[in-house]
């Protein structure tokens, strides 16, 4: 659950399912992985995108097999002490694998939040104190009904309560919606807006970190820096793979 998570974040989950039955088929525990070296971890992350949750999922099965013996841990508090774990990801590990109780907040989450509780057409772009005070409000008691509202919150706001279009004829909650009853105001909805890809930094760096990936005995830095059309965006970028710990840099030799 640890390792979906991770690996599911700003990523859809149908790219998500080939690598994370690979990782998990080569690293079935917290200990299989923390005995590799971390560019392996690298490596195996493939093209899913934002490379450093593989160095951040390493880190973290070595904490784990040093302080946990090897088991992950199941409450919060433990959880968000692991490197590069959050609040969503501590939260989501707590609810659905250990059916614990915890306010599991995404975007689908927090956008039924504002509708029903708050009456405005959408949540903002990260979370704020208020939507977890928010959240909180809404958590029940139990462990077991929690769990529940974890699963059921979010798959209403991915299947029902959509940003765009929502289905409020189909919506359990209808006859509690506050911006339903409001007539579905617009007023103060954030505008959203996709990212950019093609030349950015990041595109850059995934075509460099590409590159490396894929050569067995490590690729020169010159033939990196004119793997891009823009030199001075390529050095820019190697210099934050390297900062990153994503490339290592041995002579002029570029290896994971």
Sequence with gaps: MLVSEVMSQQTPLSRVVGPWTDWMDRWPTPDDLAEEEPGAAVAAWGRLGYPRRALRLH???????QDFDGVVPSTY????????????????????????????????????LARVETGVANCGSSTSRADRELAAGWLPESEAAAARWAVSSMELGALVCVARAPLCESCPVAGHCRWLAAGKPTDGAPVRRGQAWKGTDRQCRG???????????????????????????AEKCLGTLLDDGLIHREGSVLRL
Excluded: M
Excluded at 59 to 65: D, Q, Y
């Design 59 to 65: 880190a973290c099965a070595v904490a784990i097999a």
């Design 207 to 233: 075509v460099i970190l590409d590159l490396v990936r894929n050569a067995v005995a490590g690729v020169d830095v010159e033939v990196a820096l004119t793997s891009w059309p823009k030199r001075h965006q």
């Design 77 to 112: 508090e433990e959880l968000i002490g692991l490197p590069g774990i959050g609040d969503y990801t501590a939260a989501a590990v707590v609810s659905f694998a250990f059916g614990g109780r915890a306010a599991v907040l995404d975007t689908n989450v927090r956008r039924v």
